[in-house]
């Protein structure tokens, strides 16, 4: 089982849909969990952080479930602009946070 | 607003032959990443550096890749004798700590022919 586990997609939804992914760990010491945006052939840029307690930035909300071992990403009223791959980063205790990256979710808005 | 830089942006060379890549991290980042990604795959981590020191580079194929970070800045991570399966983009990223969001270069995008 990969460490780190995400659902390719892609995921093809219309303008203005609300879509969700989700990201699976399996290590339980897992510590600190980033999400990000890939856009083709440019690195992964930082879109939000995830907290314990959940957070939101705009129209994106971020979940962290450790019972499950999972987190999620909700992006709501998806504009053609979120197009792009999400990347799910677990930083993974032990003494050296390591981080893990998924392989990224694919997500096209269309028209 | 601060960036990584990385150079160079594109490399092609012949398997056998030597490459080097660099990286200049967000000033004041103590902890610096060289990643490797294949197209369609997430970012693989290669190795891991606080300040000068490797924290972990498990994953660096160590007969043919190598990297350093000797002042604790900037960082170079070298492959010699490139193979043809060692196409793809390399990633350099820093943080300020370990546990803190990290930030992307551009990457140098690697063919090896």
């Known amino acids: 089982r990969k460490e780190v586990e995400q659902d390719p997609g892609p995921f093809n939804v219309p303008e203005g849909a609300t879509v969700a992914f989700n990201c699976t760990y399996s290590n339980s010491a897992s510590q600190s969990f980033f999400w990000y945006r890939q856009d083709c052939r440019k690195e992964p840029k930082l879109l939000m952080s995830v907290y314990s307690s959940g957070n939101e930035d705009g129209r994106f909300t971020a979940q962290l479930n450790r019972a499950s071992q999972y987190i999620s990403l909700l992006i709501r009223d998806s504009k053609l602009s979120d197009s792009a791959t999400y990347l799910c980063?677990?930083?993974?205790?032990?003494?050296?946070?390591?981080?893990?990256f998924g392989r990224g979710t694919s997500l096209i808005v269309h028209p | 607003e601060a960036e990584v830089a990385q150079s160079p942006r594109y490399k092609i060379t012949e398997k056998s032959q030597a490459v080097a890549f660099w990286c200049d991290p967000i000033s004041g980042h103590a902890t610096l990443y060289w990643y490797r990604q294949i197209l369609g795959q997430g970012p693989e981590l290669l190795v891991q550096f606080q300040d000068e020191s490797v924290v972990d580079d498990s994953q660096l194929p160590k007969d043919r890749f190598s990297a350093e970070r000797l002042k604790g800045v900037d960082s170079t991570l070298k492959i010699q004798p490139a193979e043809l399966g060692d196409s793809a983009m390399y990633l350099c990223?820093?943080?300020?700590?370990?546990?803190?969001?990290?930030?992307f270069g551009p990457g140098t995008r690697l063919t090896v022919t």
């Open positions: 990223a820093s943080s300020a700590d370990r546990d803190s969001e990290q930030y």
């Open positions: 980063v677990v930083n993974a205790q032990g003494g050296s946070y390591i981080p893990t």
